[in-house]
């Protein structure tokens, strides 16, 4: 395979992921959720989803990049999309554990778990392709936010 073809492969495999994602949230979206005390810093729901998409897009381009340095070291690369496809895992639970079982707390312990696989995968990353870990940088940055959000969210709804 080519560059384009392995990125836009993992492209569309974030943004499947990422679209089951959002039909786990769905629903929650307009019953449960509203229904939370939510923290000032709250963003209008509709901003969700076109962050999400952008994020997943970059990400895709990111392990794209890395999975086309196959040349640098089999090894090292291997590992760094298997730290890749295991955030993108944790990614899509914390979907599930928010939203899906309306577990803020537990969703809140999952989404630290989250943000140190994103983080070693940008520390992997960066050192196959520079580009690849500067592309992760806006999703550690999300999530930190979403952190935050999801602890607040939980603090005022215990």
Known sequence: MNKITKILAV????LVIGYFSGMITRSAILTWYPTL???SFNPPNWIFAPVWSMLYIMMGIAAGLVWDRIDFSKEIVKEALIFFAIQLVLNALWSYLFFGLKNPMLAGI???LLWL???ETYTKFVKINKV??????PYLLWVSFAMVLNGSIWWLNR
């Open 11 to 14: 492209v569309v495999t974030c």
């Open 132 to 137: 690849a870990g500067y592309l992760l940088i």
């Open 37 to 39: 005390v939510k923290p």
């Open 110 to 112: 999952e989404i630290i």
């Open 117 to 119: 696989m994103i983080f």
